[in-house]
Each structure stands twice: as structure tokens, then as C-alpha cells.
């Protein structure tokens, strides 16, 4: 029994560490040795082109500078200004308009979200609506259990007011889902589409402004992201059609939720975020300076026991400095995909827009995310279990045969005494 109990909690000790591992990144190797930029741009260029089927806009940025560029299309033009759906990293520029009112004065992060609110409120529930905060929504910490998802409008519909979609949302699942506080505010990480509506009826109750036309003057002029658009992209010029993951041609959809889901934006436009985001002190005409967007950096949210998201961000991995390497993904049906991630610590930064493979974007960015810092990507937590398999497996193999070595050994150095005393 004893021995039965030491070799259980030797496997047990061996698969902590096997997934302490595969968390670190020991299981797994970057696609280009670390600070070998051309050699990971010829790897991930190698890898669209493998698995795109429809159109790619990729670009490293080294010390806040672009490196190296890609564009591939796959029936139409693809260069710089070209507008792609953002999907969900929409997310990322809501929040970034809400940090420039708290920056300014003109919201609180921890009073309720209701005494800013009057276009809409939060129903009545089992748990109280004055708990929830900006700063709670920013970090989808606010107790709301809505997993939005908005779903798609055909180009022909109409689009529904924001108060009616705050009331009735389309999700993504088509399914009947509300936005509601359906567990306690603060009490954990749980994604919320439905939060970032509620954000972008604040910036409208504020600041008095239709929530496109405070975007556009306050955060994307004086950054200088000038085809950043919530309009419809099948009536513009310049943008990537839709594609699914076949390649097929497929409908442009229309959104809802902008402030959730609803930014398309070129890739010289998000090199124009990127920048603001890592030459904030350097630049003048800046919304949001570096105090402001480290705080945004600042964890608010656990998953897996790790911090995964901070005031509107995702932080992705711990960088050497014990910052992160932060940014934001985004996904929409049917093969839409966009991820941006950015090294604090250097400059650094990926961006990949992508349409005709729903994964991709997020996969060169957990690549990236590897590659600068040597640890897994939060949102590659699978990948990252897939390769503790083989030495785990090794380790159980390798303790299975010191134990069976150990008998065997005792068994030849007990015997002959044992012989020796019977004789006597």
C-alpha cells in the first residue's frame, strides 16, 4: 500500500509539472528562434499561405516601427487600406473611448454604471444591478452571463436601436439570450458581449454624442486611423469580402452591436493604434497617455489561475518585465478572424486580418505571443495540453521502469540471504 501511495503521488507530482510546463512553454518550440524577425515573418508567411483561403493582412512592428508586411488576396486586392471586420477587438477601442473619460474626470470606474445610463437600465434580478461598474464591465467581471456573441444581420435587414437591442439581442447562437446580472458582480471572469453594449450607451449618455460620431472624432482622428468605419462594408471601396472556410464567397453581415463587433478598419489604421499605444509619451495628439494605458494593462480577470484581461484588454502572457503582452481577438461567422498583440516591454506588436479561415489570426498570434516571450498564449491553453502529453507519457514510462528496476534489484539482493538462513 505504501509503495502504491508514493508512486501516486509521484504521477501526481510529475503531472503538475508536466502542466506547469506546457503553460511555460517547455513542451512547445516557437516557429523561429527568439529575435529572429525575418525568420518568423518567412514562417508565418509560409503558414497563410497554407491555410488561407481567402484574404490576409499581416504586419510585425519592431520597436513600435513596421518590419515586414504581407498581403494575400484571394479574389480582390489586399494593401494596406483595405478594410477588414474587426469582429470582437472592436472591444478594444470601446474601452479605449471609456479610459478617456476616466482619464478626463467624466466617469468613475467604480461607481455603478447606472448613474451614468439614461437611455437604458439594467432589469431587475437575484443580485444587485449597483454593483455593476465600468470598470467591472471593462473586465467582464460585472456578473452579466449573456456569452455575447451578436449575431449577424443579412444586408437587407434593417438594423434594430441600440435600446432594443440592449433589450432583445440577436446572438451569434441564435438563441433567445438577455443582458442581465446573472451571477455576482465581482465574482469572476465570464465574457460579455452584452457589457460592451451597455458601454457604448454610456459614451453616448455622457458625452452626449452618437457613440459613431464621438469614435470617429475623438479616437480615430487624432490618431490618424482614417478608413476606421462602424458603416456597412458592402457599400465602401477598398475592403475585403467575406469568405468561408472553403473560400467561398459569402454575404457581407451586417452588426448591431458596434462598440461589441461592429469596427472594420484597414491595417494602416490599426499600425496608427498600435503606435499611439507603445509612442504615447512621444506623441502629442494622442487621446489616452501611458499612465492611462498602463492601467488599462493592469489584471482584473483569472481563468485557469492565470490573469487573462485587464480594463478592456487580453492579457496573453507575462512578458520578462512582468508586464503582459496584451491586445484583443476577434471572430465572426463564417471564417472571419482578427488578433493584435503588443510587448509592452520593446515595442513589439502582430496584426492579422483575416477572412476565410475562422482560427488563423488567433494562431499566428499565439505563435507571436511564443515567440517574444517563451510562454503559452492563454487562448492556446489546448495546444499548450497537447504537448504535455508525450512527456507525460515519458514520465510515467521512465518512473514505471525505475520501479520495476527497484524490485527486480531487491528481489536479486534479498534471495541469497534468504537462502543463507534457511540453510542454517
Known sequence: MKRFLVAAVAMLVWTGVAGYGAIAGWWLRPIAPRGDAQAFMQAVTARAAAESKGNIALVLLRHGDVYAELYTPSIDPVDRDTRFPLA?????????????????????????????????????????AQQVTSRRLLSHTAGLTDGLGF???????????????????????DSAVA???????????????????????????????????????????????????????????NVSRSFDARGALVPTYRYAAAGATGLSASARDLIAFAQANVQANRRANVPLRSATLERMRQPHGRQFGLDIWGLGVALFAPTASGAYVYGHDGSNAPAINSAMRINPDNGDAVIVLVTGN?????????????????????????????????????????????????????????TPFKVATECL
Do not use: C, N
Open 151 to 173: 449575431g449577424d444581420y443579412q444586408p437587407t435587414e434593417s438594423l434594430p436601436p441600440m435600446s432594443e437591442t440592449l433589450r432583445h439581442p440577436r446572438a451569434s447562437a
Open 358 to 414: 475562422p482560427t488563423l489570426a488567433t494562431a499566428i498570434g499565439g505563435e507571436w505571443t511564443l515567440w517574444q516571450t517563451g510562454v503559452v498564449d492563454f487562448l492556446s491553453i489546448e495546444r499548450a495540453a497537447r504537448s504535455a502529453l508525450v512527456p507525460w507519457l515519458l514520465g510515467f514510462v521512465t518512473m514505471a521502469a525505475l520501479r520495476r528496476w527497484r524490485v527486480v534489484h531487491r528481489r536479486r539482493t534479498t
Open 179 to 237: 443582458i442581465v446580472v446573472g451571477r455576482r458582480p465581482g465574482g469572476g471572469f465570464q465574457y460579455s458581449g452584452g457589457g460592451y453594449l451597455i458601454l457604448q450607451a454610456l459614451l453616448e449618455d455622457v458625452t452626449g454624442m452618437p457613440f459613431v460620431t464621438w469614435m470617429q472624432d475623438s479616437v480615430f482622428r487624432p490618431i490618424g486611423m482614417h478608413r476606421a468605419t462602424y458603416a456597412y462594408l458592402g457599400s465602401l471601396d
Open 88 to 128: 470582437s477587438m472592436s472591444k478594444w477601442f470601446t474601452a479605449y473611448a471609456v479610459l478617456q473619460l476616466v482619464q478626463a474626470g467624466r466617469v468613475d470606474l467604480d461607481a455603478p454604471v447606472a448613474t451614468y445610463l439614461t437611455q437604458w437600465q439594467l432589469p431587475a434580478g437575484p443580485f444587485d
